[in-house]
């Protein structure tokens, strides 16, 4: 059993940058790949970013390529998404998820490929 809890949501001006934390609870933290998700009010919860159990292999939605960088310390049981040169779509509640992956490079970008999600925390980007 995993618990999530995210944090670093906020209000932030178009172009601004935010710095998300997700902290993991409970044991084996290193076998699960990590992602991200958003959801905008009216829309479905849509991928944003993953990253492998040792962290060496990501992957990212196209909307943010180029602008979000995921991270993890596997001894803090930690994973970030920093997120740059915000847009006001890039508004949504975030969410943290964790999948047992075991030790593979095999990143999903689908919600049922995740067993434990987090609360999520709200990102407002103004124009």
């Known amino acids: 059993q995993v618990q999530l809890v995210e944090s670093g949501g906020g209000l932030v001006q178009a172009g601004g940058s935010l710095r998300l934390s997700c902290a993991a609870s409970?044991?084996?933290?290193?076998?699960?790949?990590m992602g991200w998700f958003r959801q905008a009010p009216g829309k479905e919860r849509e991928f944003v970013a993953a990253?492998?159990?040792?962290?060496?292999?990501?992957n990212y939605a196209d909307s943010v390529k180029g602008r979000f960088t995921i991270s993890r310390d596997n001894a803090k049981n930690t994973v970030h998404l920093q997120m740059n040169s915000l847009k006001p779509e890039d508004t949504a509640v975030y969410y943290c998820?964790?999948?047992?992956?075991?030790?593979?490079?095999?990143?999903?970008?689908?919600?049922?490929?995740?067993?434990?999600w987090g609360q999520g925390t709200q990102v407002t980007v103004s124009s």
């Open positions: 990253i492998s159990w040792n962290g060496d292999t990501m």
């Open positions: 409970g044991r084996a933290f290193i076998t699960y790949a």
């Open positions: 998820a964790a999948e047992r992956s075991g030790y593979t490079w095999v990143l999903h970008t689908s919600t049922p490929e995740y067993d434990y």
